[in-house]
């Protein structure tokens, strides 16, 4: 008796080809297998069972396409019309926005903790309430982003703009304390489009909780102009009072400029270089450089 060959059809997902994925997150290659009829639908939720980056936290900017981000306009849209585009993931995995709330958890009760008094040394002349309002009226916590290259030396970045003599006189002079002080990563702020490339330059959450700067340049070879981010520090700050980009806003913003100007003791009070100092009617960063669409409010 002839033997008879039993035959197990197959689920149409194992007959159904596939198609390889990569993108950069973090300045790193990811690679993500997905099924040839996969949608940037399936895309997102692959980056999110995969890299741990949660939809909501998610941009893809991707080559030709530009920026697209969940919800998208058009969620059926194949993978496989931009595979082999250049893909850049942006955003925040659950881990990093966990360490990120520690940290603002941490900068808040370092700001109710009372500070240890000092010994006075009668030899001395001191300002005690200065040095009061120094330490009230500052950056409790400085973090830089522990993924990108050499965090030590945007650390010491951050801690150059917290001794700034120019942003502690007008910190004290308005009564700023800002919990968190942290860098911004460029890849997750740039956006391109048919008219370039726009870069935002600083980012101030719920009226001065955390502002995030843009310290690196986009290669992350290498850093920013020191004035150029403290006047963006300085644009953050005015958002510690006005959301808007208004006429209030930009009175205080220019109030701000001007006495970290003159508390700069380094140049004597005069910035050098006519890019140090901007004006105009809505004030603001020239080229295709922003500082940032107004504070906003947010986890």
């Known amino acids: 008796m002839a033997a008879v060959e039993e035959h197990v059809p197959q689920s149409p997902e194992a007959d159904e080809e596939t198609q390889t994925i990569t993108l950069s997150h973090h300045n790193t290659p990811q690679t993500l297998t997905l099924p040839l009829s996969a949608t940037i639908t399936d895309l997102s939720e ?22 697209l981000k969940p919800p998208f306009k058009d969620p059926a849209l194949p993978v496989s019309s931009f595979a082999a585009a250049k893909i850049t993931l942006m955003g925040a995995t659950n881990t990093e926005l966990q360490s990120l709330n520690e940290a603002r958890a941490v900068a808040a009760r370092t700001f109710t903790r009372p500070k240890p008094r000092q ?7 001191h300002d005690w309430k200065r040095e009061q309002e120094e330490n009230q009226y500052t950056f409790a916590t400085l973090r830089p982003l522990p993924y990108l290259p050499n965090p030590s030396r945007s650390l010491a970045f951050l801690q150059r703009l917290k001794d700034d003599a120019g942003i502690k006189a ?11 002080l942290t860098e911004m990563n460029p890849v997750e702020h740039t956006t391109a489009s048919m008219d370039g490339v726009s870069r935002t330059l600083g980012l101030n959450r719920n009226r001065g909780e955390v502002i995030e700067l843009r ?16 006047r963006t520090l300085c644009h953050e700050l005015a958002h ?34 006519n890019e140090e100092y901007y004006e105009g009617g809505g004030g603001g960063f020239g080229g295709e450089e922003e500082a940032d669409d107004g504070g906003w409010t947010g986890g």
């Open 119 to 125: 010994t006075v040394q009668a030899y001395k002349t």
């Open 240 to 273: 510690n009072v006005w959301s808007d980009h208004d006429r209030n806003f930009w009175n205080l913003c220019h109030e701000i400029e001007k006495e970290v100007e003159k508390a700069d003791w380094k140049t004597g009070g005069n910035m050098v270089g």
């Open 46 to 67: 692959a980056v999110s069972s995969t890299l741990s980056v949660p939809a909501t936290n998610q941009k893809f900017m991707i080559q030709k396409l530009g920026l």
């Open 215 to 230: 310290l690196r340049t986009d290669a992350y070879d290498g850093y920013r102009d020191y004035k150029t981010i403290r």
């Open 170 to 180: 007008s910190m004290r002079r308005h009564k700023f304390s800002v919990p968190l």
